[in-house]
């Protein structure tokens, strides 16, 4: 069974403070690993889709990356519009997208 | 471009009555799927649409059901509601090319059941 696991459950950071969510994952036959944001109340928000060990995507203050077991998202500098719940999904195969449990990120100015 | 598109925002029903969720998919996105998101737990799977077709099914009573239009438009149907069906249920659309596939979801339906 495709599992997927998010740490930390919730981030507090200082404006400026970088520092990195973790996604690790077990799935069969990686087809891609997604990023999104979700702001309270809303649907989430497409950030980024890895698709290979090593691959790297970048946007503004985010930068994702992989590996054959994990998945970092990379928060340079961030600031209190950063705020909001990470969630990460995998997708094995002809699946549908199996979702992490998110990391709530509160940036504080 | 439009995005994906969920109908109604909010939605209120008694308990046992029925409730109709509909999503319009984002143009040339023939993938459909539907997820539930409960308070404070993570979003969970719900049915999977492509191509008018029934694709996948999680682990939900059949008494949650759905059907993708020819136009790709799908609906949720939720009989015999619960309590415990209340929740936000968020549509997503995708589409694969050249073996990149994006999903993009709708603002979502919040559906109260008291």
Redesign the interface.
Known sequence: EDQVTQSPEALRLQEGESSSLNCSYTVSGLRGLFWYRQDPGKGPEFLFTLYSAGEEKEKERLKATLTKKESFLHITAPKPEDSATYLCAVQAGLTPLVFGKGTRLSVIA | EAG?T?SPTHLIKTRGQQATLRCSPISGHTSV?W?QQALG???Q?LL?YDEGEE??R?NFPPRFSGRQFPNYSSELNVNALELEDSA?Y?C?SSVEFL??????????T?LTVV
């Open positions: 994906v969920q799927y997820y737990l993570g979003l799977f999977w694709r996948n999680g936000l968020l997503a073996g990149n596939t994006e999903a993009f979801f709708g603002q979502g919040r």
